[in-house]
């Protein structure tokens, strides 16, 4: 499982690289803005803010779902579609934020919908 908490090489992904703002792309459109990343190895994510596809909901998706990181456009691809994502688990800052139990929820939903 560890390997979906680490950015691909493939990803295009560029370590020290503030992703905050960027746009997010599911395999089937336009999901929301990337609020908070980090590139911390073999803990890497980020957290999309899904409004107003999905009004107030916030996702943390790990590195691993990251299919490519278009830096030219800021715009991250991911492989997992829109509802996967609205049907994971949802992320509230205050509450999760370096919470082990939570991690490794998100770890186990998104390592068994597709890598």
């Known amino acids: 499982m560890s390997s979906i908490w680490g950015y691909s090489p493939s990803s295009q992904y560029t ?10 792309e599911a395999s089937d459109g336009h999901i929301g803005k990337v609020d908070d990343a980090t ?13 107003p596809w999905l009004i107030g909901k ?17 715009t991250i691809h991911v492989n997992r579609n829109k509802e996967q994502i609205k049907d994971g688990p949802e992320y509230d800052p205050d509450v999760h934020r370096g919470d082990a139990g939570y991690r490794d929820t998100v770890g186990k939903y998104y390592g068994s919908h597709g890598l």
């Open 15 to 24: 370590p020290g690289t503030s992703l905050t703002g960027y746009k997010v």
């Open 39 to 51: 590139d911390e190895v073999g803990a890497a994510y980020i957290v999309v803010n899904c409004k």
């Open 58 to 74: 916030h996702v943390m998706l790990p590195a691993g779902t990251i299919t490519r990181v278009d830096h030219g456009n800021e």
